[in-house]
Antibody
Framework: EVQLVESGGDLVQPGRSLRLSCAASGFTFNDYAMHWVRQAPGKGLEWVSGISWNSHTWNTGGIGYAVSVKGRFTISRDNAKNSLYLQMNSLRTEDTALYFC??????????WGQGTLVTVSS | QSVLTQPPSVSAAPGQKVTISCSGG????????ISWYQQLPGTAPKILIYESHKRPSGIPDRFSGSKSGTSATLGISGLQTGDEADYYC???????????FGGGTKLTVL
């Protein structure tokens, strides 16, 4: 059974940093692209970032970012630990959201975690 | 960044069929493989349809997907009260190098 478990969400002040983690199990992690998708309170889904298992999806080293986070957020993965990460710097109040880790499969996101809440507020 | 447009809400009676549209304003839409997600209140999204019309294992055939021109459609037949949820369409835009989501549609089963 595929499981994705996010952690690291917290209440932080604007301008500070936070690192999210996603522990994956139940599938061959290094065979799949992985993503972060967020949902602000009462709002819809917003893709944040993705990292391919190789470089074929994006020219920039197999990594892509939404315009809203580019230059502030950094996605990474540790295939040995079956883990996905999101380093979030220079956080803004508009980054407040529930952050989901999602596995890509079949031209869609076929498995999702339950999310970790990030609140940016002074 | 989203260029996928969904109606904010739809409603229908139990047992009836409802359709939810997802239209694209970009010329890239023809290249999109559309996926559909169901998000029940307080839960994570779940995939219902991928590659515009395919159902993952375990998704009942009451859910169907289609795509034509600049619009995609999710159909839900035999509506049940348990189908009340938010539904999102999504697509990978290879020219933008980004995944896109529609704004979501709230389904009410009257």
């Amino acid at each position: 059974e595929v499981q994705l478990v996010e952690s690291g969400g917290d209440l932080v002040q604007p301008g500070r940093s936070l690192r999210l983690s996603c522990a994956a199990s139940g599938f061959t992690f290094n065979d799949y692209a992985m993503h972060w998708v967020r949902q602000a309170p009462g709002k819809g889904l917003e893709w944040v970032s993705g990292i391919s298992w190789n470089s074929h999806t994006w020219n920039t080293g197999g990594i892509g970012y939404a315009v809203s986070v580019k230059g502030r957020f950094t996605i990474s993965r540790d295939n040995a630990k079956n883990s996905l990460y999101l380093q979030m710097n220079s956080l803004r109040t508009e980054d407040t959201a529930l952050y989901f880790c999602a596995k890509e499969g079949g031209d869609g996101f076929d498995h999702w975690g339950q999310g970790t809440l990030v609140t940016v507020s002074s | 960044q989203s260029v996928l447009t969904q109606p904010p809400s739809v409603s229908a009676a139990p047992g009836q069929k409802v359709t939810i549209s997802c239209s694209g304003g970009s010329s890239n839409f023809q290249d999109y493989y559309i996926s559909w997600y169901q998000q029940l209140p307080g839960t994570a999204p779940k995939i219902l349809i991928y590659e515009s019309h395919k159902r993952p294992s375990g998704i009942p055939d009451r859910f169907s997907g289609s795509k034509s021109g600049t619009s995609a459609t999710l159909g839900i037949s035999g509506l049940q009260t348990g189908d009340e949820a938010d539904y999102y369409c999504g697509a990978w835009d290879h020219r933008l190098g980004a995944w896109l989501f529609g704004g979501g549609t709230k389904l009410t089963v009257l």
